[in-house]
């Protein structure tokens, strides 16, 4: 049997199971595919599929697919030239379409589109089980296309050129084989490409540490080395701008993952780009977008963390432009994301956590609020045309549908699309509440409920937690229907270490300030019992990969203020997150296990190294995916069979495709939707 392959027991420690290498009975279920491992997974997933499957289960599936694949929601797009192009999938295109329209069409009541691919036909030729990974299409003529396909949903993909005019790959064209490449455009007979040359041409972390020039007709080995980076580097990329009269070149090194050196390709000299390492930049035309992670001093001038500046590119390259100030925090107001059409800049910023849409005009940055846009509802860009004045925001709220506004910048916006309703939320209210961290800090959170609500009830709450990444509002019709329409609340917890009040809000939670990543969601856990919203009885939390390792915080750490918990595609064993897939490229999030120092603070929550036998854990539900190819899988199987040695209920499930998003179709997804609701009313209902 597999269990017998390391029978080395775990050293015990404070009732706390303390895996390392050497003691780890489980360092065999890091073998993805081997017999033993999914032998294993295939032992738990039946159990977990028996025991949650049943009539409500089913109908849950059911509601779930009906959501995902229903013809009437927005077939949200991107301008190439004169066409909107859109990735479908439904019942009758389960690995879906790209397709193109009109925006004429696009703007009728019944769109008519134009399939350029059809994935599941070319799933059947090739025998393959092809996820859509996305195109590349050569500016400004969109006659190419570097075309991605995933085996599973990995985050490996192959890449095909793709003839736009004739419809048809290129026999003799640009490919490569499965690799988490990176390739784009310089000319029509030219590309960059980063990927798996051979040994030495990965980075640690397992992406490009090279950029070639790979010219047509020429072998892939013979392609021209133009870029390189140092094997610790998470990767090495490059991109190219075709704007006409403003072609550029640019390639990059991460030093990791929130700093890197952006480099101009003139010919065959680098130009540094020098601005922060920890700043993002973006080229656009004569500009150069400079945002801010820290305080900046430049001179005589202080530009504080979350500032957006602004400057003339080619005067900063050569060391004489004037910075000049776009956009500057509050203690309430970030920046959160924007978008150029050809001559304007489209801003969203956050207000605790309230979105609000600006336009600038460059020069003198003057700017102005875009009139028509919902009230209490999150907007976003989904669309801008960098060649012209077009833009597409979407509005949307916890209880409202997506509204597809479409517009020119400084214009009206009119509303072209409008999701359906698949819950009824007439009696659904939102509120936002301040719960009090450990600190003192003030954390926002929005409560979905019910207004005739009487006592405590099911409540699931949310949170991420990680990477700069804010959680905003929006519209989720499987939780609409699955869990709100069943009399539950919901809960979107916006705790440090995300970036809802920008950079700060997150690098004071790094590393070793992860804890107060988990006493955030600690604190709005309780203050919903203070409330009376819940209890600790009817109380779930739900996170994946980040959120994932906040579950396992939250499971080890936290287990008496929750009656189940939901911890999907997760980071869990801490020491050696580094060491598996891409691991490596978070150790500036959380720190190198391998470094004393660091360790010191990790092994302090890491989930999998404090595993109690003595406390109680509520039940928990653990899902992951085979073709999961960046956060390794065997976080939740090692995780999950520590559980069951130390004697705590658990069920497990994992989705052999689906890669990092664990489902690699609206079929798995709406599986997996009805396993995690069905898992949650079972234990926080009780029914």
């Given at each position: 049997m597999a269990a017998d392959?390391?029978?080395?027991?775990?050293?015990?420690?404070?009732?706390?199971?303390?895996?390392?290498?050497?003691?780890?009975?489980?360092?065999?279920?890091?073998?993805?595919?081997?017999?033993?491992?999914?032998?294993?997974?295939?032992?738990?997933?039946?159990?977990?599929?028996?025991?949650?499957?049943?009539?409500?289960?089913?109908?849950?599936?059911?509601?779930?697919?009906?959501?995902?694949?229903?013809?009437?929601?927005?077939?949200?797009?991107?301008?190439?030239?004169?066409?909107?192009?859109?990735?479908?999938?439904?019942?009758?295109?389960?690995?879906?379409?790209?397709?193109?329209?009109?925006?004429?069409?696009?703007?009728?009541?019944?769109?008519?589109?134009?399939?350029?691919?059809?994935?599941?036909?070319?799933?059947?030729?090739?025998?393959?089980?092809?996820?859509?990974?996305?195109?590349?299409?050569?500016?400004?003529?969109?006659?190419?296309?570097?075309?991605?396909?995933?085996?599973?949903?990995?985050?490996?993909?192959?890449?095909?050129?793709?003839?736009?005019?004739?419809?048809?790959?290129?026999?003799?064209?640009?490919?490569?084989?499965?690799?988490?490449?990176?390739?784009?455009?310089?000319?029509?007979?030219?590309?960059?490409?980063?990927?798996?040359?051979?040994?030495?041409?990965?980075?640690?972390?397992?992406?490009?540490?090279?950029?070639?020039?790979?010219?047509?007709?020429?072998?892939?080995?013979e392609a021209e080395t133009v870029f390189s980076g140092a094997p610790a580097d998470v990767i090495v990329a490059a991109s190219a701008d075709r704007t006409v009269g403003f072609e550029r070149t640019l390639v990059s090194r991460a030093l990791d993952f929130f700093n890197e050196e952006v480099y101009e390709l003139r010919g065959g000299e680098l130009i540094r780009i020098d601005t922060p390492t920890d700043a993002s930049i973006s080229v656009h035309r004569t500009w150069l977008l400079i945002e801010l992670r820290t305080d900046w001093y430049r001179g005589v001038d202080q530009y504080p963390a979350g500032s957006l500046l602004a400057a003339d590119y080619d005067e900063f390259v050569s060391g004489t432009a004037e910075l000049r100030t776009v956009f500057t925090p509050d203690a309430h107001t970030s920046l959160h994301h924007y978008a150029w059409t050809r001559d304007r800049l489209v801003v969203v910023t956050l207000a605790d956590v309230a979105s609000h849409v600006e336009v600038f005009t460059p020069g003198p940055w003057t700017s102005e609020p875009v009139a028509g846009l919902p009230e209490n509802t999150n907007t976003a860009i989904v669309g801008a045309d960098s060649l012209g004045d077009e833009i597409f925001l979407d509005s949307s709220g916890f209880d409202t549908p997506s509204r597809l506004l479409y517009g020119t910048v400084g214009g009206a916006l009119d509303e072209i699309k409008r999701a359906p309703s698949f819950f009824d939320a007439a009696d659904i209210e939102v509120t936002q509440h301040f719960a009090t961290s450990d600190d003192g800090t003030a954390i926002p959170y929005f409560v979905v409920g019910h207004r005739n609500r009487q006592g405590p009830g099911p409540t699931l709450l949310g949170g991420y937690g990680g990477f700069e990444v804010a959680r905003t509002p929006g519209y989720d019709g499987v939780l609409g229907r699955l869990w709100l329409s069943r009399g539950g609340t919901y809960v979107l917890a916006n705790i440090r270490g995300g970036g809802e009040y920008g950079p700060t809000w997150h690098t004071q939670a790094m590393r070793e300030g992860r804890h107060l990543v988990a006493e955030d969601f600690a604190a709005v856990a309780k203050d919903l019992v203070a409330r009376d919203i819940t209890t600790v009885e009817q109380l779930g939390a739900q996170g994946g990969s980040n959120g994932g390792l906040l579950m396992g915080i939250m499971l080890t750490q936290y287990p008496e203020l929750f009656g189940a918990l939901v911890c999907s595609v997760p980071l869990l064993d801490m020491r050696r997150f580094h060491l598996l897939l891409a691991g490596a490229s978070w150790v500036a999030e959380y720190g190198n296990p391998d470094d004393p120092d660091d360790w010191e603070f990790i092994s302090k929550y890491s989930p999998y190294q404090n595993i109690s036998g003595e406390r109680r854990y509520p039940p928990v539900l653990i899902t992951t995916s085979t073709r999961d190819d960046r956060v390794h899988p065997a976080h939740a199987r090692k995780m999950t069979a520590a559980l069951e040695a130390a004697g705590h209920p658990v069920w497990y499930y994992e989705n052999i495709e689906g890669g990092h998003a664990g489902a690699a179709d609206n079929a798995q997804t709406a599986f997996r939707a009805a396993l995690i609701y069905e898992f949650l009313l079972r234990t926080l209902q009780g029914s």
């Open positions: 392959r390391n029978p080395v027991e775990a050293v015990a420690h404070n009732g706390c199971v303390a895996h390392t290498e050497e003691t780890d009975p489980y360092l065999w279920l890091e073998d993805v595919t081997g017999d033993d491992a999914l032998a294993w997974v295939r032992e738990h997933n039946a159990p977990t599929v028996a025991e949650l499957g049943g009539e409500r289960f089913e109908q849950m599936r059911s509601d779930a697919l009906e959501v995902l694949d229903t013809d009437a929601r927005i077939p949200y797009v991107r301008r190439r030239g004169d066409y909107l192009y859109n990735f479908w999938r439904d019942a009758a295109n389960p690995r879906g379409l790209w397709r193109r329209t009109t925006l004429e069409s696009y703007r009728s009541e019944k769109s008519e589109w134009d399939v350029v691919i059809d994935v599941d036909r070319l799933a059947a030729e090739d025998d393959e089980k092809w996820v859509w990974a996305g195109a590349d299409v050569i500016e400004p003529d969109h006659s190419l296309a570097l075309i991605s396909l995933s085996p599973g949903g990995s985050d490996a993909a192959v890449v095909r050129e793709f003839d736009m005019r004739t419809r048809e790959f290129v026999s003799d064209g640009f490919q490569l084989p499965e690799a988490k490449s990176q390739v784009t455009w310089e000319d029509e007979n030219t590309v960059l490409v980063g990927t798996d040359f051979g040994e030495g041409s990965l980075t640690e972390s397992g992406y490009p540490r090279l950029v070639k020039r790979w010219r047509r007709g020429e072998p892939l080995a």
